[in-house]
Antibody, heavy 123, light 111 residues
């Protein structure tokens, strides 16, 4: 079964760090770009970051540039998001999503989504 | 403010046809970037509905169709059913922002 399972969310104070993980199964992980997309409570979807199949290229939304770092370990079929200097506006459900192409700048669709992991930023 | 503009809500009676617009600019849809559409049912993750402007993934009913022209795209749903009640999002790539962009989402209500 094709599946993405996120983990690592939780309650964190403003200014602190958190690392999200996404475990992939059921497809050839290192053939596709991968992304993080977030959704604040009651709000729409916001793309956060994407990484190419071979980790050569990565892109970030302006709202997280310089604070968040995406990475992947193809040997472990896993995607990560290191989130530093967290702000209250980063509070959201974070989804891991599979690209149908190899590069995040390829303007391709996301065909597989996980169920998300919730990040709450509050003092 | 989302880079791609969608109406906040649309509605229709069962069996009717509704359309949802997605308006962009010369740096995204107008730059020949493909548009994709997602359906998000309450409390669930988004699901790919249309990719590459007008293509349906396997399993998506042909009641759903997409089109693109100039700097805009549209999602049409015919034969509206109660189970179509959901939020719908368009997505593209913006060359000026060098990133993926989503529309603000449209809530479809089946009357």
């Amino acid at each position: 079964e094709v599946q993405l399972v996120e983990s690592g969310g939780g309650l964190v104070q403003p200014g602190r760090s958190l690392r999200l993980s996404c475990a992939a199964s059921g497809f050839i992980f290192d053939d596709f770009a991968m992304h993080w997309v977030r959704q604040a409570p009651g709000k729409g979807l916001e793309w956060v970051s994407g990484m190419s199949w071979n980790s050569a290229t990565a892109g970030y939304a302006d709202s997280v540039k310089g604070r968040f770092t995406i990475s992947r370990d193809n040997a472990k079929n896993s995607l990560y998001l290191q989130m530093n200097s967290l702000r209250t506006e980063d509070m959201a459900l974070y989804y891991c999503a599979k690209d149908i192409g190899r590069y995040p700048e390829g303007a391709d669709a996301f065909d597989i989504w996980g169920q998300g992991t919730m990040v709450t930023v509050s003092s | 403010q989302s880079v791609l503009t969608q109406p906040p809500s649309v509605s229709g009676a069962p069996g009717q046809r509704v359309t949802i617009s997605c308006t962009g600019s010369s740096s995204n849809i107008g730059a020949r970037s493909d548009v994709h559409w997602y359906q998000q049912l309450p409390g669930t993750a988004p699901k790919l509905l249309i990719y590459g402007n007008s293509n349906r993934p396997s399993g998506v009913p042909d009641r759903f169709s997409g089109s693109k022209s100039g700097t805009s795209a549209s999602l049409a749903i015919t034969g509206l059913q109660a189970e179509d009640e959901a939020d719908y999002y368009c997505q593209s790539y913006d060359s000026r922002l060098s990133g993926v962009v989503f529309g603000g989402g449209t809530k479809l209500t089946v009357l």
